[in-house]
């Protein structure tokens, strides 16, 4: 059993920048590729970005060039920073570990809204 929890969602500006976080209740960053999804209202969930266990990384293209992936093994945490935000992203953001059965954070909800 994996536990993940994700924060630092918020409301920001058009054009500004957030950093999430995913905690897990124990380390498998380095046996699980890791990922972020969001779900915007009324839309299903899409793959923003992922990391596999060896670090290789990919991106939507909606968010190439502008959000970054990368995880601390040591503190069991993951991030995505994410800058020149746009109305668009505006969505909950969800973490999840394809470990297993595969499993997911509850979310955290940013808000692009000036």
């Known amino acids: 059993q994996v536990h993940l929890v994700e924060s630092g969602g918020g409301l920001v500006q058009p054009g500004g920048s957030l950093r999430l976080s995913c905690t897990a209740s124990?380390?498998?960053?380095?046996?699980?590729?890791m990922g972020w999804y969001r779900q915007a209202p009324g839309k299903g969930r899409d793959l923003v970005a992922s990391?596999?266990?060896?670090?290789?990384?990919n991106y939507a293209d909606s968010v190439r060039g502008r959000f970054t992936i990368s995880r601390d093994n040591a503190e069991n945490t993951m991030y995505l920073q994410m800058t020149s935000l746009k109305p668009e992203d505006t969505a909950v953001y969800y973490c999840?570990?394809?470990?297993?059965?595969?499993?997911w954070g509850k979310g955290t909800l940013v808000t692009v809204s000036s």
């Open positions: 999840n570990a394809a470990y297993g059965v595969g499993y």
């Open positions: 124990r380390n498998i960053f380095t046996i699980s590729t």
């Open positions: 990391i596999t266990s060896l670090g290789r990384t």
